[in-house]
C-alpha cells in the first residue's frame, strides 16, 4: 500500500471555509458512548485528552523537525510516583469499623485492635471492593511505615463516595462534600507535609455514604523530580477549525507548518461506513522558510483507552494484517458486558492502532509516562511486540524524509473492536458493522485505508453542505451550534440489529443516569435525525415499540426506558412519564412519516399507538402531578407545555390516520385535539403569555412542545399562541439564554432552539439563539457541551455529552419539512 498523499483539491476543500467555531470541548475521536475522545483546552497540546466523562485516556502527537521536538497533541498526564500506594497501585489492608468509635480515632495512639481488618478498596460495588461496604459510616486508619521524608511536591491521592475527612498522623489534612469517582491528586502544603516522618505513620479516614454508591481508596503520592517533557517544545496553534465530521488544528514548529485533522466518518446516508469503528489522525506537514527539514511523527494512544480505571491490567499485541502494521491491546479479564452505569469506560474488547505498512513505520510499546522519551531520546524498547501491565502506551512513528514546500502526509487509524455492544433482553448484540458474520476489524481497518481519500472527500463534502444548509436555514451562528451538535450527538449512541431484525439505535443517556433508549432522550435528540436518516430515528423508536408489543410493558403507556446502559433488559427509572412518553413516540411517529412522506412506520404499530393516543386522550390534557422531561426540576401538576405535548401528540395521531386512509379516525382525533387546544389558550391564559400551570397565572415557561403544530403542519394552535410566547420570552432572557422557566434561572439550550423555530421572523430567532452560541463560547464548564446550563454566569448545571443537543437541529428541519 503506498503512502497517500491529498491531492491539491482535497487540501483545499478540507480547509475551505475554515469555520471559527468556539466550543466548550472539542471532539477528536466520537463513535459511541465508549469510543469518544475529547480536548477540553481551546488548544490541542495544552492539557491531557480526555473520555467525555473526563477520565484521562491520553493521545499524544509530535512533530521532530531537524531533532527538534514539537508537541501538537495533548499534553503527558502528570506523573506521580507512589508514596504509600493507593489499592490500584497495590493492595494493601487497613483497618475499619462501621460503628462510631469513642475517643481520638484519629491519633496515632489510638487502639485500633477491635477493628476489623479489610482489603482496599471499601465500596458497595461488588466487582471493585475488596472489602464491602454499603451503610451510612465507615472508619478507616492505614498505618504505613516510611524508610525517609519525602522531599519535593506530595500529594493526598484519593477516591471517596461521599463526604470525606481525612487525618494524617491525628492533624486533619483534608476534607470534601459528595464525592470524586476518581482519584483525585490533593497537594499537601509544607506544614501538612512536615507531618510525614520516618517511621510509622497514620492516615486515619471517615466517609460518610449520603447515598448511591459508596467507596473509599487512598494513598500519597509524589511529583519525580525529573520531567522528561521539559525537553520538548510546545508547538505553537495558530487555528482550530469544528466542523461536522472533522476537527483540524493548524500549527507552526519551527521552520515547518502542520495540520493535525481528526476525522469520525459519521455519514448517516452510509451505515456501512457511519458504524465502522474507525478514526483517521491525519498529520499534514511542509516548510514555512522555504528550506527542506527533517521530519518524524510520532502518534501515541494510550491503553487507558480499552479500560474503565487504569488500574486495570492490560494485554498487548503488534501484528501485521492486509499491509497493515497494527498495535492492538485490551484488559486481560475482558469483563464483557458485565458492567452498567453512567460513569463508567469500556473495559472489554480492543483498541488498535494501525498505519500502512508501506511507509515502514516503527510501532512499539511502553509505559504511558516514557512514550515522549522514547521519541526524544530514543530510550524506548522499540523491538518490543507483546507486553503486559497498566497504563501502557501504543507508540507509532513514521518518518516523512526531506519536507519542503510541498506539503508530506500520513495518516493513522484508531479503532475499536468492542466485540458485543449491547444486551438487548437477555441477548448480547453485536455493533452493526458485524452484521456480516465474515467481518474482523482488520478487515474494517483496511478498508478504512483504502478508502481514505474517497472518505476525506465525502466529509469535507458533508461538511460544508450542512454548514450552508444550517446557515441557510437559521444564520451563521446558528450553524456553528450545528456543527458543534452534530458528533456528539451520534457518539451517544449505539448502532446494532435486534434479533427480531430491526435497525436499533440505542442512546445512553450521558451524565444524567446511564438509562438506555431514554425516550424524552429520543425526543430531543430526533430533528438531527429526521433531517439525515429517519431509519435511525425508527432505531431509537423501535425497542420501545418491542418493549409493549412483546408484553413485557404491560402499562397502558410508554415506557420510560429500556434499562441501563449498555443492558436493554427493561426499564430501570424508579418513574414513570406517561404522559411525556406517550405523546413524544406519537409525535416522533408522525414526524417520521413527514420526513418519509408516508405512514408505513406507523401502521407497523398502529394497535400500540392507538392505545397511548386514547391514553392521552383520556389523561393528558390536564396532566396530574407526574415529572415529564424537564425532571430535574421536580414533579409538577397542570403542567401546560406538557399539556401542549399531549394535545399535539393526538394531533399528530390524527395526521397519521389521514395519511393511512382511516379518514373517520382522523377527523375525530383533529377535532378532539382542536378542541382540547381551545380550552388550552383559555386556562394557560396569563394576559401577556401562558402560564407554566393552569392554577397559577403568575409563572411562564417556554413552550417548546408547540414546535411541532408548526413543523408537521399540524394546524392545531393558532399563530397568535406562537406569537405571544415569543414576544414574552424575548422580555426574559439572561446573559446566557432563555430560562426553562420562572421557577430558576437554569435552562435546557436544546429547548430553547425549538423555542425559537416558533419565531416568525429571523431577528427574533437570533435574539433566542445567540446566546446560546455565547454559552459555548464563554463558560468555564469545559466539557462536551452541557444541555443544561445557568443563563446568568454560563455554568454547566449538570449533563454533558449528551445526545439531545441533536435538537439544535430544529430549525434545519423545520427548512426541509416546508
Not at 431484525?501 to 440505542?506: K, M, V
Not at 423501535?542 to 427493561?570: M, R
Not at 414574552?728 to 432552539?753: F, V
Request: glycine share 6%; proline share 4%; hydrophobic share 40%.
Amino acid at each position: 500500500m503506498k503512502k497517500i498523499l491529498f491531492s491539491a483539491f482535497l487540501l483545499q476543500a478540507l480547509f475551505a471555509k475554515a469555520q471559527d467555531i468556539k466550543a466548550p470541548s472539542y471532539p477528536l475521536v466520537t463513535h459511541d458512548t465508549y469510543f469518544s475522545i475529547w480536548s477540553h483546552t481551546d488548544k490541542l497540546n495544552e492539557s491531557v485528552t480526555n473520555h467525555w466523562t473526563g477520565t484521562d485516556q491520553s493521545l499524544l502527537g509530535l512533530i521532530k523537525v531537524d531533532g527538534k521536538v514539537y508537541r501538537v497533541l495533548g499534553s503527558a498526564a502528570k506523573p506521580f510516583e507512589a508514596v504509600v500506594p493507593a489499592a490500584e497501585d497495590n493492595s494493601y489492608d487497613a483497618k475499619y469499623t462501621m460503628e462510631k468509635p469513642s475517643g481520638e480515632w484519629m491519633s496515632e495512639s489510638f487502639n485500633d485492635a477491635s477493628w476489623k481488618t479489610g482489603g482496599a478498596p471499601f465500596g458497595n460495588d461488588r466487582s471493585e471492593a475488596k472489602t464491602f461496604w454499603d451503610g451510612h459510616d465507615i472508619w478507616v486508619r492505614r498505618t504505613f511505615t516510611l524508610n525517609k521524608p519525602e522531599e519535593g511536591n506530595i500529594f493526598l491521592k484519593l477516591k471517596h463516595d461521599d463526604d470525606v475527612e481525612v487525618f494524617l498522623n491525628g492533624e486533619k489534612i483534608y476534607t470534601a462534600g459528595c464525592c470524586a469517582a476518581r482519584y483525585t491528586y490533593v497537594p499537601l502544603d509544607e506544614a501538612y507535609k512536615q507531618k510525614l516522618k520516618k517511621g510509622q505513620n497514620v492516615l486515619a479516614v471517615h466517609v460518610v455514604n449520603t447515598g448511591g454508591g459508596a467507596n473509599l481508596d487512598l494513598g500519597i503520592a509524589k511529583e519525580p523530580a525529573k520531567d522528561i517533557n521539559n525537553d520538548v517544545l510546545v508547538a505553537e496553534q495558530k487555528s482550530v477549525s469544528l466542523k461536522a465530521t472533522q476537527t483540524v488544528y493548524e500549527f507552526t514548529c519551527g521552520g515547518v507548518d502542520a495540520a493535525l485533522t481528526f476525522t469520525s466518518p459519521l455519514l448517516m446516508n452510509d451505515l456501512a461506513l457511519f458504524s465502522r469503528p474507525v478514526s483517521y489522525i491525519n498529520y499534514s506537514v511542509k516548510a514555512n522558510d522555504g528550506k527542506t527539514h527533517d521530519v518524524q511523527l510520532f502518534f501515541g494512544a494510550s491503553t487507558n483507552v480499552a479500560v474503565n480505571v487504569p488500574s486495570q491490567e492490560v494485554t498487548t499485541q503488534r501484528y501485521t494484517s492486509s499491509g497493515l502494521s497494527i498495535l492492538k491491546a485490551g484488559t486481560k479479564d475482558q469483563p464483557v458486558l458485565q458492567k452498567k452505569g453512567d460513569d463508567l469506560r469500556i473495559d472489554w474488547g480492543y483498541m488498535y492502532v494501525a498505519v500502512p505498512s508501506a511507509v515502514k513505520p516503527v510501532q512499539y510499546i511502553t509505559r504511558e509516562k516514557d512514550a515522549v522519551a522514547s521519541f526524544v531520546s530514543k530510550v524506548a524498547n522499540t523491538n518490543s511486540s507483546a507486553t503486559n501491565g497498566k497504563a501502557l502506551m501504543l507508540n507509532t512513528v513514521v518518518s516523512l524524509g526531506k519536507v519542503g514546500n510541498d506539503a508530506k502526509e500520513q495518516f493513522v487509524l484508531l479503532g475499536y473492536d468492542d466485540i458485543y455492544s449491547i444486551q438487548y433482553f437477555k441477548q448480547n448484540l453485536k455493533p452493526w458493522w458485524k452484521n456480516d458474520a465474515s467481518q474482523t476489524i482488520e478487515k474494517e481497518l483496511a478498508q478504512a485505508a483504502t478508502d481514505y481519500a474517497s472518505v476525506m472527500k465525502k466529509c469535507a463534502d458533508f461538511n460544508e453542505s450542512m454548514y450552508k444548509d444550517a446557515e441557510k436555514a437559521g444564520g451563521e451562528t446558528y450553524a456553528k451550534l450545528c456543527a458543534i451538535a452534530y458528533r456528539q450527538s451520534i457518539a451517544a449512541h449505539k448502532l446494532v440489529k435486534s434479533p427480531q431484525g430491526d435497525l436499533l439505535f440505542l442512546s445512553k443517556e450521558n451524565f444524567s443516569n446511564g438509562s438506555i433508549n431514554t425516550v424524552d432522550v429520543t425526543y430531543p435528540s430526533a430533528p438531527l435525525y429526521l433531517v439525515y436518516n429517519p431509519d435511525l430515528l425508527k432505531g431509537m423508536l423501535s425497542g420501545i415499540f418491542y418493549y409493549s408489543e412483546s408484553g413485557k410493558w404491560t402499562k397502558p403507556f410508554a415506557a420510560h426506558d429500556l434499562g441501563t446502559y449498555p443492558l436493554a433488559n427493561g426499564q430501570t427509572y424508579g418513574e414513570d412519564m406517561p404522559v411525556e412518553e406517550s405523546g413524544n413516540m406519537i409525535i416522533l411517529t408522525a414526524a417520521i412519516a413527514k420526513a418519509e412522506g408516508n405512514a408505513e412506520y406507523a401502521k407497523k404499530h398502529w394497535k400500540t399507538l392507538t392505545q397511548w393516543v386514547d391514553f392521552l386522550t383520556r389523561d393528558g390534557f390536564d396532566p396530574a402531578n407526574q415529572l415529564c422531561t424537564d425532571d430535574f426540576a421536580g414533579h409538577l401538576a397542570r403542567n401546560a407545555n406538557l399539556s401542549v405535548k399531549a394535545i399535539v401528540g393526538i394531533g399528530s395521531y390524527a395526521m397519521l390516520a389521514d395519511m393511512l386512509g382511516e379518514k373517520a379516525t382522523a377527523e375525530k382525533y383533529k377535532a378532539t385535539a382542536t378542541e382540547m387546544a381551545k380550552k388550552w389558550m383559555t386556562m394557560a391564559d396569563a394576559g401577556d403569555h401562558y402560564s407554566l400551570t393552569f392554577d397559577n397565572k403568575n409563572t411562564w415557561s417556554q413552550k417548546y412542545n408547540l414546535v411541532w403544530d408548526k413543523v408537521l403542519n399540524l394546524g392545531i394552535f393558532p399563530k397568535e399562541v406562537y406569537e405571544k410566547e415569543i414576544k414574552y420570552y424575548l422580555t426574559k432572557q439572561n446573559a446566557y439564554g432563555l430560562p426553562l422557566d420562572s421557577r430558576k434561572t437554569y435552562t435546557k439550550s436544546d429547548w430553547i432552539i425549538w423555542t425559537s423555530t416558533l419565531a416568525d421572523n429571523q431577528q427574533d430567532f437570533n435574539a433566542l439563539v445567540n446566546p446560546i452560541y455565547k454559552f459555548s463560547a464563554e463558560t468555564p464548564s469545559r466539557v462536551p457541551i452541557s444541555d443544561w446550563h445557568e443563563t446568568t454566569n454560563g455554568k454547566m448545571v449538570g449533563f454533558q455529552a449528551r445526545s439531545v443537543v441533536g435538537g439544535y437541529f430544529m430549525k434545519l428541519l423545520e427548512s426541509k419539512m416546508k
